[in-house]
Every structure is written in structure tokens, then in C-alpha cells.
């Protein structure tokens, strides 16, 4: 690592980046046909199979007047035919909109009407959820090859096409980040940033072609389709779909010797260990060679503990949609004892920034870390102003994190700035979940923090009620449940007799997480 002007690197990029993200997972079709790519239940497509899938999807895109620039919205859980359709999609150069099929209709029809797509996508063969999305659209079954469970609806009006820019700097895939009710951001994902976080941080984690990587981590997510999708099928390794995460079948697999890298958020560790404790398994003997955690900050007591279960490092890392997403990750080879997110990635550059709007250039000083690099978004899509908020002109993004350099040189997050609850993974922005409380006719206010468990965030919701009004608990939480995603959803809602405020009316965070024993 070198710190020069109170600007900390780890040193130049040493890969040359492809023009689109499907460039080097279609390669492998000449180089290994017949090695395994994907592997959905019991059905495996080799490489060859998914490159012949990828060229029929582009051709029918194209016949069916899909052009470049062009926003295709999926919504989907984890297939082999969200795989298809997004490499189709980089080979077309089409914005490909991916979002959870988990997500409520509310939720899905303001990201359809802020993306404009010429199509919508739903993976209705093989989510329930999904199904229930395409019935709503009225959406048809589309048919390709051997390719189940896909449905798709054409939109009466769609945005016209956007510009494609040359060289691998235009956009390749759009992931919404929740925000205030009816305006999630648009995160504007490149080509390069793609490639740089699929290539680099697949490198350091040794992705190899003789690798089973679990994908039980959303592709819909951008830790899901960036690092573990695209990072295993950049190095030709196989990658075993799977759209929920089950613990017990999980385990089985690895016991199996049938997986040999695992990527999880660290809730699901937590579920793990519980099941392989209840269940007397001994996880020291499998094929496994490579743990990691990321998507939500890892406890220390976790991390040894899983480390002491499977006899391997767990391996952590830092990140944020907005960089692709990854900025730093601890290397195998360097094994971190505490949970430090490791070295920045090489290529990237990073500065903490005091109070006062100083440079911190001092180890173990926190400061609020900006970043800048080939993995930082483009912008924020039809989001000028929220662009030129957290990314300048010079290409720095505020994380809006706290976090300092300890003496190894290893990026370690002390706080986040920003209110954002991480569940299970998932970003979940108060105001979102406090907007829709405050949408019930019975309620005035509503305030909602989050609390630490094991591994995990809860979600904790206070409202106050309306003058002369009376709702009980079960009733919010139906009306909650009803408008966002589970993973959204409060674990409590507490009615208070009024809600703590400061003199100006602002709702006091401080106390209600008091309150909340967080």
C-alpha cells in the first residue's frame, strides 16, 4: 500500500479489461466446451451449451426489436435463465434492470416506470413470487430452446433507447438500491467495473476452473451477480445455482464434497453453524478450500467461530453497489485475525476525510472514506442531482462510511455515516419502511432503526398514532408486509404515546435506539 498526499493505493492495475462482462464467460465455450458452467438442480449446462443459449437469446432479442441502449428488466431468483439473458444482454449492449422477485408489486412498478424497459422478464417457472409478478403483467411464457420457466411482458411504452458509448466504459446492468418511498436510485454499473471486480477478486480468491461455487447469493444482488456469478464464470469454474438458501441442503452438499467455494452473507454462517451443531457434522472434511463473508459487517465471535467448525479462514471483504461492488477483501494467502475487510484491490484509490473536510493520512485515524477507481458507478439514472451528491468531478465517491487503515494496511469500517440497516445482506433504508408506516391511515409518525443480532441486523419500527385513532400491532405489520419485501419488514412495531423529537420536530434516532436495546 502507498499513502501519498493522503491519498492511500495499492498499486496499478496489472489486467487488461474485455469490452463487455459476457467476453470472457463466453470464451471458455472455445477454450473448455464441454466443462460444466452452470449446474441448476440436477441438470448441468457445460460451456458450450451456455454460449449456444446466450447466441439464441441475442438473436431473438434482436428479432423481437430489442436494440442497444435499451433497458430489459428481470425479475427474477437465482436460474440458469437469468444467466442466459444477461450475458444476452452484454452481448447486445441492452441495460440489463435486474431486481428480486421477493420485492412487492409496489416496489416493482416504480422501478418499471423509472427504468423504462422494452421488456420485462420473470423467472415464473421457477419462483412463486416471480409467477405471481408475470400473472400481474399479464406476462406471456417465452419460449427458447430448453430454456424453462421464463415468462416475459412487453410494455406499451417504454424510454427510448439510451447511447452507447465506445470501449467498455457505457453501462452494462442497472441494480436499484432502495430509497425514500416511490424513488429508489438506479445504480449505473459499467462494463469495466464489472470486469475489474469479476476479474480481480475472482484472481485473489483463486477462482479456477476446478471450482463448485455455491450461488445461493442473489444474482439480483449485486455481491450475487458481480462477485459470485461473474466471478466464477470469468474463470471458468462451475457455478450451482440455487434460489433460496437451506441450510440443511447446503450442508449436505458440502459433506457431499460437492462444493468447494462457498460466498455468504454472514447471517447465513450463523445458520449454518446452528444446523451443523444440532446435526453433529464434522465440516473439517469436505472439498471445501475457500470461505468468504460479505454484504453486511462481520462479528468477530462468528467469524472464529466458523473458522473453528470448518478448519479454513473466513475470508471478508467491503463493498457497496455503488462500486460493483467490491473495494477491498483479505487475501487467503494473508489471513486477517480480527475483522479488518482488507487491502484495497489494486487499481484503486482511496481518501479519509476528517470533520473539518481534512486529509487523514495516519494509520488507525478514522475519517469518511471516499473512493475512486474502475468499479465506481457512472451515476445514479435519471438522478443528476443524487449523482453530483456522493460522486465529483474528479471521479471520487462518498461511501458515506467510516472506516480507517490499521497498521497492516487493512480498510476497517468503525461506523457508517448513513442510517442504512443491512439484513441479512440486503440495504434497507429507514426512510422506505418509515413512509410506507406513515402512508396507514392511523398512523402520523413513524421512526425505524436497526439493532444488532448475531451475524445480522433486525429491523425495529415506533409509530405514533393519530389523534382519536386505534390500531394494534398485527394490523401494521399486515399493512407493511402488504407494500415491501420481507427482508424490509419490521421484526417489532411499537406504538409510543409520541414519538422523542428535537425542539425542530426531528424524530430523535438516538432514542429510539435506546428503545430498541440497540
Not at 96 to 119: K, M, Q
Not at 181 to 186: E, F, I, L, S
Request: with cysteine; aromatic share 6%; charged share 20%.
Amino acid at each position: 500500500m502507498v499513502v501519498k498526499a493522503g491519498i492511500w493505493s495499492s498499486g496499478p492495475l496489472d489486467v487488461e479489461l474485455p469490452r463487455r462482462f459476457s467476453d470472457l464467460p463466453l470464451a471458455w465455450a472455445t477454450r473448455r466446451p464441454r466443462a460444466a458452467a452452470v449446474r441448476q438442480g440436477d441438470r448441468v449446462w457445460s460451456y458450450g451449451e451456455l454460449a449456444d443459449l446466450v447466441a439464441a437469446m441475442a438473436q431473438r432479442l434482436s428479432a423481437e426489436g430489442f436494440v442497444a441502449g435499451d433497458r430489459v428488466l428481470v425479475v427474477a431468483e437465482n436460474a440458469v435463465a437469468v444467466v442466459v439473458l444477461l450475458l444476452a444482454c452484454s452481448r447486445l449492449d441492452l441495460w440489463a434492470v435486474i431486481v428480486n422477485a421477493r420485492l412487492s408489486t409496489r416496489e416493482i412498478e416504480v422501478i418499471a416506470e423509472h427504468s423504462r424497459p422494452r421488456g420485462i422478464f420473470f423467472t415464473a417457472g421457477l419462483s412463486r413470487e416471480a409467477a405471481a409478478h408475470a400473472a400481474h403483467y399479464a406476462a406471456t411464457e417465452f419460449v427458447l430452446a430448453d430454456l424453462e420457466g421464463l415468462w416475459v411482458h412487453r410494455p406499451q411504452r417504454c424510454g427510448r433507447p439510451e447511447p452507447v458509448l465506445p470501449g467498455n466504459d457505457q453501462v452494462g446492468a442497472m441494480i436499484y438500491t432502495s430509497g425514500t418511498t416511490g424513488a429508489p436510485k438506479g445504480v449505473m454499473l459499467t462494463h469495466k467495473g464489472m470486469n475489474f471486480v469479476s476479474m480481480v477478486s475472482g484472481r485473489y480468491r483463486g477462482f479456477s476452473p476446478d471450482d463448485t461455487v455455491y450461488g445461493v447469493l442473489p444474482v439480483a444482488h449485486v455481491f450475487g451477480l458481480v462477485s459470485m456469478c461473474l466471478g466464477c464464470l470469468t474463470s471458468g469454474a462451475c457455478l450451482w445455482l440455487t434460489p433460496r438458501f437451506d441450510p440443511k441442503a447446503l450442508l449436505a452438499a458440502m459433506m457431499a464434497d460437492e462444493v468447494t467455494v462457498f460466498q455468504g452473507v454472514p447471517a447465513m454462517y450463523a445458520k449454518l453453524l446452528e444446523c451443523a451443531e444440532r446435526d453433529h457434522l464434522n465440516l473439517k472434511n469436505t472439498a471445501l478450500r475457500y470461505l468468504s463473508a460479505g454484504g453486511s459487517p462481520l462479528d468477530l465471535d462468528l467469524k472464529q467461530r466458523v473458522e473453528a467448525a470448518f478448519g479454513l479462514t473466513l475470508n471478508n471483504g467491503y463493498g457497496l453497489t455503488e462500486c460493483a461492488p467490491t473495494v477491498s477483501q483479505t487475501r487467503p494467502e494473508n489471513p486477517t485475525t480480527g475483522t479488518s475487510t482488507g487491502p484495497l484491490l489494486p487499481g484503486l484509490e482511496a481518501k479519509l476525510m476528517d470533520g473539518a473536510g481534512q486529509l487523514v493520512d495516519r494509520c488507525d485515524q478514522p475519517g469518511e472514506l471516499w473512493i475512486r477507481g474502475p468499479n465506481v458507478m457512472k451515476g445514479y439514472y435519471r438522478a443528476a442531482e443524487k449523482t453530483a451528491e456522493v460522486l465529483d468531478s474528479d471521479g471520487w465517491y462518498n461511501t458515506g462510511d467510516m472506516a480507517l487503515f490499521d497498521a497492516a494496511e487493512n480498510l476497517e469500517l468503525v461506523g457508517r455515516s448513513k442510517e442504512i440497516i443491512i439484513r441479512s445482506g440486503f440495504n434497507v433504508y429507514p426512510e422506505e419502511v418509515e413512509g410506507v408506516l406513515a402512508a396507514h391511515p392511523a398512523v402520523t409518525l413513524a421512526g425505524v432503526v436497526g439493532r444488532k443480532v448475531t451475524g445480522n441486523e433486525e429491523v425495529l419500527a415506533f409509530v405514533q398514532l393519530a389523534p382519536g385513532q386505534a390500531v394494534d400491532e398485527a394490523d401494521l405489520m399486515a399493512w407493511v408486509a402488504e407494500r415491501v419485501a420481507a427482508y424490509k419488514r419490521p421484526v417489532s412495531i411499537q406504538i409510543l404515546a409520541e414519538l422523542p423529537a428535537s425542539s425542530t420536530g426531528k424524530i430523535q434516532k438516538t432514542k429510539l435506539r435506546e428503545l430498541a436495546g440497540s
